[in-house]
């Protein structure tokens, strides 16, 4: 067999199963509620250069509640550290991904990935990205950025 029609072969067997695979699927589709709690993050930082950076830290725990979940309408409420907030919600078929976002240009997503139909918890990431442009003598801001990862429990 040449090379473009194994090819040929494998792009069709490929494009077959992920037209297969539907959000129906994914055990998330039916979630109301979750509560999420993240104990490790990594956080960076750029140099005066401009060469980045990353940590990795244990912070105390950080906790969101995700409620008001409709899939179908691509919505849902997180409430963390400021209170609630409306979210875009987006079902895939193998995660749902809640986008926060602010006229001030902070964007907070958090993304739950989908396991066995009869799981009650999902393992999940939250990444928050935030940059007020402020300078003052001395001080100049700079852009915050952080990644926790932990786990949302589904609410009944």
């Known amino acids: ?29 039916k979630v109301k509620a979750l509560k999420c709690r993240f104990t490790v993050y990594a956080s960076g930082a750029w140099s005066k250069t401009q060469e980045p950076s990353a940590q ?14 409709d899939t179908d309408s691509g919505s849902g409420r997180v409430t963390g550290t400021s209170g609630p907030a409306e979210v875009t919600a987006l079902l895939t078929y193998s995660s749902l991904h809640f986008m926060e976002r602010s006229v001030t240009g902070t964007l907070n997503i958090t993304t739950v990935f989908s396991g066995p139909p009869d799981a009650k918890t999902f393992r999940a990431v939250y990444t928050r990205h935030d940059y007020l442009p402020l300078n003052l003598p001395g001080y100049q801001s700079d852009p915050s950025v952080s990644q926790h990862y932990g786990v949302c429990d589904l609410v009944k």
């Open 1 to 29: 067999m040449s090379r473009v029609a194994a090819a040929l072969v494998l792009t069709l067997a490929v494009a077959g199963a992920a037209s297969a695979q539907t959000t129906d699927q994914n055990p998330l589709a």
């Open 56 to 69: 990795v830290r244990q912070p105390e725990t950080l906790t969101l509640d995700i409620d008001e979940i």
